[in-house]
């Protein structure tokens, strides 16, 4: 079974509880367990709210991506803001950085994310924005009579 959806939608932050019921919602023709949904929501979280207050430093008139692709039960979860870019990404992903420290962020969104999933890669371009995709094998299908 192959699916795949896109939205987009304006970067404030109550968008983000949107963008994670969207993918629950998506995800739920494969029932996933109360856990894989629990994590998938919070790596949507992470992802969202780090387009938004570091991509577009908490600007609401800009636009996320947000698309989801389901293929049996892997899913690719990519979200991507066109703001300010990363300048190292490999310094962005270490547990406690953050380049936003008066906003008293733990710095933990890609460890979090890294925890969660399978797969994380990072894309990002100074000025052109950032690139996060998330990948996950969910565990075979549940029966009801369990």
Do not use: W
């Not at 970067?11 to 739920?28: C, G």
């Not at 979200?79 to 490999?90: H, K, Q, S, T, W």
Request: aromatic share 6%; charged share 25%.
């Amino acid at each position: 079974m192959k699916n795949h959806m896109q939205i987009s939608f304006k970067s404030r932050s109550e968008n983000e509880a949107f963008a994670r019921i969207v993918v629950a919602s998506f995800l739920a023709t494969i029932d996933p367990t109360v856990e894989e949904l629990s994590e998938i929501k919070t790596v949507v979280s992470e992802a969202v709210t780090n387009a938004i207050i570091h991509g577009y430093e908490q600007s609401d008139a800009f636009d996320i991506y947000l698309s989801c692709e389901l293929n049996d039960r892997r899913v690719k979860i990519v979200i991507e803001d066109l703001g300010v870019g990363i300048d190292n990404v490999e310094e962005a992903i270490q547990p406690l950085y953050t380049s936003k420290p008066e906003l008293e962020r733990s710095g933990m969104g890609f460890t979090i994310m890294e925890n969660f999933m399978d797969h994380i890669a990072v894309e990002s371009a100074i000025g052109h924005g950032t690139k996060v995709i998330l990948e996950k094998t969910f565990q075979t299908s549940r029966s009801i009579h369990q």
